[in-house]
């Protein structure tokens, strides 16, 4: 009967002690922040990662993700130092800090900590913004702006229980209205470069055309000099060679100049002649010898 009832007092009594010990033991990971409290109350937020005990089993813990998260603003328009508009794009590396801070700021809500650090983000963008010209924005190293955000926003964020790990600016853009005419102002700037280089390439062109018709009047000039120069030689050497047959035998050849103008003269069957038979033209026609 004793054996009975120790069994029966035991067993629940140990079950109890093992739900109780169960209940002291949490465990936190490497990604995470914990902290426990004590009927709502923080008690403790500098936990470590693996296991720890809370005692009395009246504390709850609360873990946060402390890995590092992403905020991606929204496309938002600055004024740069020349009273232009800008929209920019870029997006904010963060994580947990301070896991108690971060509490007590922002009731560890990832949310309200966006909404806060989108504004201060927002705010200091503006600043350096103002401070800048388009042309420093869009042509300058970025490195330069980036650092100037992180060490102005990293105080202020930190404030918040926030450790700022990085500010990246994706693009800078014109707005609509504003790249339209600048678009124009290019286009109209890239015609008047073109008109000005058709100018020059066609005034090159007259220039080239002028000098080879000059060359070409040169050539032909050269040509017909030499041609004539050429004919001229013929011409007397022909004659030399005439002059030396006639006199070797002037009936022969007087013979065959009477044929050669035989030969023209008969050439066109519609001309018609009108001789006497005796005349000299017919001296070979009416010599029997």
């Known amino acids: 009967m004793n054996i009975r009832t120790n069994t029966t007092v035991l067993v629940p009594a140990g079950i109890g002690l093992l739900a109780m010990a169960y209940m002291s033991v949490f465990y936190v990971n490497q990604h995470e922040k914990a902290i426990m409290f004590r009927l709502g109350e923080m008690v403790t937020s500098d936990y470590k990662p693996g296991i720890h005990f809370k005692t009395p089993i ?3 813990v609360s ?3 402390a890995r590092v998260l992403t905020l991606d603003t929204k496309s938002e328009r600055f004024l740069t130092s020349e009273k232009k508009n800008v929209i920019v794009d870029s997006f904010v590396k963060w994580r947990i800090g301070d896991v108690g801070l971060f509490y ?16 201060i983000t927002k705010d200091a963008m503006r600043g350096e913004f103002g ?4 042309k420093q924005l869009i042509s300058e190293d970025r490195t330069e702006l980036r650092q100037t955000l992180l060490t102005k926003l990293a105080p202020v964020a930190a404030k918040f229980g926030i450790e700022l790990i990085d500010i990246r600016i994706k693009r800078i853009d014109l707005p609509q209205e504003v790249s339209n005419s600048v678009y124009q102002r290019m286009r109209a700037e890239r015609e ?11 005034e090159s062109a007259e220039q080239i055309s002028a000098e080879a018709d000059k060359q070409k009047q040169v050539i032909l000039a ?3 000099r030499d041609a004539e120069n050429v004919r001229g030689r013929g011409d007397a050497q022909s004659a030399e060679i005439y002059a030396k047959s006639y006199g070797k035998n002037p009936e022969f050849y007087a013979f065959y100049r009477s044929l050669q103008a035989y030969q023209t003269a008969f ?4 001309d018609t002649l009108v001789l006497k038979p005796d005349s000299e033209f017919f001296k070979y026609f009416n010599n029997e010898k």
């Not at 922002?106 to 504004?119: F, H, I, M, P």
């Not at 401070?131 to 388009?134: D, G, N, P, Y």
């Not at 050439?267 to 519609?270: D, H, S, V, Y």
């Open 58 to 60: 009246i504390n709850n």
């Open 63 to 65: 873990t946060f993700d």
């Open 104 to 119: 007590t700021t922002v009731g560890g809500d990832e949310y309200q900590a966006n909404l806060r650090l989108e504004q």
């Open 131 to 134: 401070l800048r010209t388009i």
């Open 192 to 202: 008047r470069v073109a008109r000005e280089f058709r100018s020059q390439g066609a």
């Open 222 to 224: 050269n040509a017909q």
């Open 267 to 270: 050439e066109k069957t519609q």
